[in-house]
């Protein structure tokens, strides 16, 4: 099974300041990557897929990265609503599997 | 629009069952592939399970495996996961989601059905 590794575990941030998020593969998974938005309570919402498209509705703030085992989920001009957990998920493999979260906190 | 319902969770002792259920509405069940995944209090999520969008093929995770069965009733537009022989770990919210067009990735996802496992 691929392990998926995110860093930073947590992300303090100020608003409107950009956000760099890591995602690194144990092995390559392709353009076969996701990233997911979590809110408290919420059920997680899909922003990227194919490791560099915005899924619909996505505002262009969001912009993902990266391809084989290195990923890179960069929110330029934090807005309130951006503070959350964010998940990698890579789909290369019969059985998927994410990253264990970066939590992106208000500074 | 998509919309997916979970349903079906809550509390039940070890070694007993649940059936959790899925209603999916504004797409057609039988042209999807569709995942169960899980989510323990304050952790990260785990893939549980996927139906391939004509039902011949499914998979699982090897912590559910010979426990857990997805199925689907087309006439219905529901997704089921059977969970037998529950343990405490089982404990999490439980999600389905719908895997978008053989991609892969799950373009939308239910808002989940805690299930808690018990004595």
């Not at chain 1, 860093?7 to 990557?33: D, F, I, K, M, Y």
């Not at chain 2, 079906?8 to 797409?27: D, W």
């Amino acid at each position: 099974e691929t392990v998926m590794t995110q860093s930073p575990a947590t992300l303090s941030v100020s608003p409107g300041e950009r956000a760099t998020l890591s995602c690194r593969a144990s092995q390559s998974v392709g353009h076969n990557l996701a990233w997911l938005q979590q809110k408290p309570g919420q059920a997680p919402r899909l922003l990227i897929y194919g490791s560099s498209t915005r899924a619909t509705g996505i505002p262009a703030r969001f912009s993902g990265s990266g391809s084989g085992t290195e990923f890179t989920l960069t929110i330029s001009s934090l807005q309130s609503e951006d503070f959350a957990v964010y998940y990698c998920h890579q789909y290369n493999d019969w059985v998927d599997t994410f990253g264990q979260g970066t939590k992106l906190e208000i500074k | 629009q998509v919309q997916l319902v979970e349903s079906g969770g809550g509390v039940v002792q070890p070694g007993g069952s649940l059936r959790l259920s899925c209603a999916a509405s504004g797409f057609t069940l039988s042209s999807c592939a569709m995942h169960w995944v899980r989510q323990a209090p304050g952790k990260g999520l785990e893939w549980v399970a996927f139906i391939r969008y004509d039902a011949d093929d499914t998979y699982y995770a090897d912590s559910v495996n010979g426990r857990f069965t997805i199925s689907r009733d087309i006439s219905k537009s529901t997704l089921y996961l059977q969970m037998n022989s529950l343990r405490p770990e089982d404990t999490a919210v439980y999600y389905c989601a719908k895997e978008q067009g053989g991609s892969g990735f799950y373009d939308y996802w239910g808002q989940g059905t805690l299930v808690t496992v018990s004595s």
